[in-house]
T-cell receptor
Framework: AQSVSQHNHHVILSEAASLELGCNYSYGGTVNLFWYVQYPGQHLQLLLKYFSGDPLVKGIKGFEAEFIKSKFSFNLRKPSVQWSDTAEYFCAGAGGSQGNLIFGKGTKLSVKP | NAGVTQTPKFQVLKTGQSMTLQCAQD?????MSWYRQDPGMGLRLIHYSVGAGITDQGEVPNGYNVSRSTTEDFPLRLLSAAPSQTSVYFCASSPLRVRVNEQFFGPGTRLTVL
């Protein structure tokens, strides 16, 4: 069955620390991968997406993710987090005949000033 | 463009009541979908549509009904509300029919069923 899993439920970092959030997917065939962010009280916004080509994808606000096919992973990274990065982050995959998005359960990031 | 709009923002229902959550988009997107978000569960797909007149079930369709009479609108109906349907509901749309591309999300409707 298709699935997306996120390893961390809640991550707490200090400002300027580096961030890596794990995401693994289970899909057969072609898969499109996404990272969304949800700031407190707001709707989901796209951070970045991967369809094909360069496995290192750069998104908005200094975020990047690397698609590693052999590990079925699509981890999100940021070299130096800010307090304003406090949010919940969702990894999602789309594949199959309809291409519906399947979301991971999310990782809450709290950044201490 | 307003993007994806949802009404109402908040709603409280009693068990057994019915209601319709409205969703509209002005981007001429063919694909539209409804998700529910529950703590620790991420977002789960309720129903989706790949065009006017075409709808299908997602992961958690029980207790919900949808229709798609126009490209712009995709209402979600709760037939007989239950406390288990207390959740935040998000509508989303996407421009591609063949392959789901980036989905654009509405602001959400927070529903409480007493």
């Amino acid at each position: 069955a298709q699935s997306v899993s996120q390893h961390n439920h809640h991550v707490i970092l200090s400002e300027a620390a580096s961030l890596e959030l794990g995401c693994n997917y289970s899909y057969g065939g072609t898969v499109n991968l996404f990272w969304y962010v949800q700031y407190p009280g707001q709707h989901l916004q796209l951070l970045l997406k991967y369809f094909s080509g360069d496995p290192l994808v750069k998104g908005i606000k200094g975020f990047e993710a690397e698609f590693i096919k052999s590990k079925f992973s699509f981890n999100l990274r940021k070299p130096s987090v800010q307090w304003s990065d406090t949010a919940e982050y969702f990894c999602a995959g789309a594949g199959g005949s309809q291409g519906n998005l399947i979301f991971g359960k999310g990782t809450k990031l709290s950044v201490k000033p | 463009n307003a993007g994806v709009t949802q009404t109402p923002k908040f709603q409280v229902l009693k068990t057994g009541q019915s209601m319709t959550l409205q969703c509209a988009q002005d981007m001429n997107h063919e694909y539209m979908s409804w998700y529910r978000q529950d703590p620790g569960m991420g977002l789960r797909l309720i129903h989706y549509s790949v065009g006017a007149g075409i709808t299908d079930q997602g992961e958690v369709p029980n207790g919900y009904n949808v229709s798609r009479s126009t490209t712009e609108d995709f209402p979600l109906r709760l037939l007989s509300a239950a406390p288990s349907q207390t959740s935040v509901y998000f509508c989303a749309s996407s421009p591609l029919r063949v392959r789901v591309n980036e989905q654009f999300f509405g602001p959400g409707t927070r529903l409480t069923v007493l």
